[in-house]
């Protein structure tokens, strides 16, 4: 059954094209991410969807009910942005309807309850389109993507990943096609030089043939004749030249080596000493103290639940509040989700190169990986959306006489694309990178080391987050062990006794001594 049916839609914002979708169905069972860059359409389709917004042209059909759980919230509450995202969630769920568009529903949530709402949308019996930065969200819930591009959605068979996987294909498709043109417009040009050239020559008269001797053999006009001719072809040439459809260079990712300040004496060393530090706001006790250190060039994660104290050990460590000491070559630059360092009146390049000794030419490669090409980096800040200051924000931090990056949810309010370039950028990065995230996938790429706050406790884990999630203490492995030889110990026994004498209740032992087992085993994996 086809729960939502979009023909001919067109939308317009001024004169730009924001939208313009041929056809487009969502089945009772589909459960599809919505993608694309910042103001490529995404929450206006969603709103068209829901009847909230008109499209110039096109219709809607609807076979069932229609829930939208917005992006923007309510904010005139006392109560945290997770709580009221959790609240929506909930109404929005109770309602039960046949197709629910949620627009970006992790924002505000923590992993434990990000994880929480992905245990609720796979057991949701309706059909579903969600917009969300959080990849590993959208391979969980998604069934297949829609890329929005230049008005235009694409639709991909899989989860995130594996649109991910296509679109690596696509591109290099699109690598093989230029590299094609190339040749072939090479291989024309060349032979249009050679055929004119050849014209060229065409007009004389060989060296050892007399004028008197040209005019009675006629060999002005046989040379006349074909220089015609190789002009002939040479036009030919020059139409398939204009022919050729073009395919444009894809657009590389330059690497990014800078020099930064007192790089000799912090790599590898310790640079960032807690000693006994605790966090307490009011009467509050957010942990207990702890002690830990950080070297230069480590790349820490901080992570736990919402309201756990990951901002406050961030501001501590900026202040240098005591127990905290920090190495005289550290340089810090920090990173807030504001924007107030930006002169919106000024271009984005003026905006990054205003606190940087970097070359122009280097801040170019930087705002490049940021997706700002060529002629956008004049830019006035003002006309840039929300998502793209931010990355201003960070790429002017980034090139900065810095290096010691502390950056606070640096993903928020950016699209898939800008987390990704964004990660590869902090991959690059050789100084030391502190960093809080609810971004699973980000902490996964970026982190080399994982702070977790937690139940009024710090404790640092040595590696990486995948390597985290799948730790399993001694102590419990010892446990588990333990377990599951008394399990083979009680199977081993019952099936003795069955073998001497069947009996019911001896059956449902052993069906549930199996079933036990069974669960261990699955644990353990």
């Given amino acids: 059954m086809i729960r939502l049916e979009a023909n001919s839609l067109r939308l317009s914002i001024k004169d730009r094209v924001l939208l313009d979708v041929e056809r487009l ?6 459960r599809i991410g919505l993608v694309g860059r910042n103001g490529s359409g995404k929450t206006t389709l969603l709103e068209v969807f829901a009847g909230l917004h ?23 509450t006392h109560k945290s942005g997770g709580e009221v995202t959790q609240e929506y969630i909930n109404k929005a769920l109770v309602r039960k309807a046949d197709l629910l568009l949620a ?12 994880e929480w709402l992905e245990k609720k949308l796979k057991r949701w019996q309706g059909a579903l389109i969600l917009v969300s930065h959080d990849r590993v969200f959208l391979d969980a819930i998604c069934t297949k993507i829609w890329e929005i591009h230049e008005g235009k959605v ?65 060999a002005k006009p046989y040379f006349a004749k074909k220089q015609k001719k190789l002009e002939k072809t040479a036009s030919a040439f020059k139409t398939r030249l204009e022919k050729l459809d073009k395919v444009d260079k894809v657009k590389e990712v330059e690497p990014v080596k800078m020099n930064l300040p007192n790089e000799e004496t912090f790599k590898g060393r310790i640079v960032l000493r807690v000693e006994n530090v605790g966090g307490v706001v009011g009467k509050r006790v957010l942990w207990k103290p702890v002690s830990f250190t950080v070297k230069g060039g480590e790349k820490l994660a901080i992570i736990g639940p919402n309201g ?14 005591a127990g905290i000491t920090v190495s005289p070559a550290v ?40 997706h700002f090409y060529r002629e956008d980096v004049y830019k006035p800040v003002q006309v840039l959306s929300g998502g793209e200051r931010i990355k201003v924000a960070l790429a002017k931090l980034f090139v900065s006489e810095i290096n010691t990056l502390i950056l606070d949810e640096p993903t928020n309010f950016l699209d898939l694309d800008s987390v990704e370039a964004l990660e590869s950028l902090l991959q690059d990065y050789e100084g030391t990178i502190i960093f809080v995230s ?29 390597e985290y999630k799948n730790y399993e203490p001694q102590e419990q492995r010892d446990h588990t062990e333990d377990k599951r030889m008394l399990l083979e110990t009680k199977i081993t026994e019952v099936l003795s006794r069955l073998s001497i004498a069947q009996s019911e209740e001896l059956e449902k032992e052993f069906q549930t001594l199996l079933a036990e087992k069974r669960a261990l085993r699955a644990k353990g994996e």
């Fill in 25 to 30: 169905q969502v089945g009772k069972e589909d």
């Fill in 54 to 76: 008109s499209p110039e042209e096109g219709t809607v059909t609807h076979t069932g009910s229609v829930e939208l759980l917005p992006q923007l919230k309510r904010n005139d």
């Fill in 103 to 114: 627009d970006e529903p992790t924002t505000h949530l923590d992993t434990e309850h990000i």
């Fill in 154 to 218: 694409k639709e991909y068979p899989g989860n995130y990943s594996a649109y991910a996987e296509q679109k690596e294909v696509e591109r290099r498709q699109h690598e093989q096609a230029y590299e094609k043109y190339e040749k072939q417009k090479q291989q024309l040009e060349d032979a249009i030089k050679l055929k004119e050239k050849k014209a060229a020559r065409a007009t004389k008269a060989p060296k050892k043939v007399s004028p008197s001797e040209a005019r009675i053999t006629g």
């Fill in 308 to 321: 756990s104290g990951k901002t406050t050990l961030v501001k501590k460590i900026l202040q240098r509040e």
């Fill in 331 to 370: 340089q810090m630059g920090y990173f807030s989700q504001t924007i107030e360092t930006l002169v919106v009146e000024k271009s984005i390049l003026e905006n990054v190169s205003s606190t940087s000794v970097q070359t122009e030419t280097f801040i170019r490669t930087v705002l490049a990986r940021l």
């Fill in 438 to 466: 609810h971004d699973r996938r980000f902490i996964e790429k970026v982190g080399t080391r994982i702070l977790v706050i937690e139940n009024k406790g710090i404790h640092v884990f040595e590696g990486t987050y995948e």
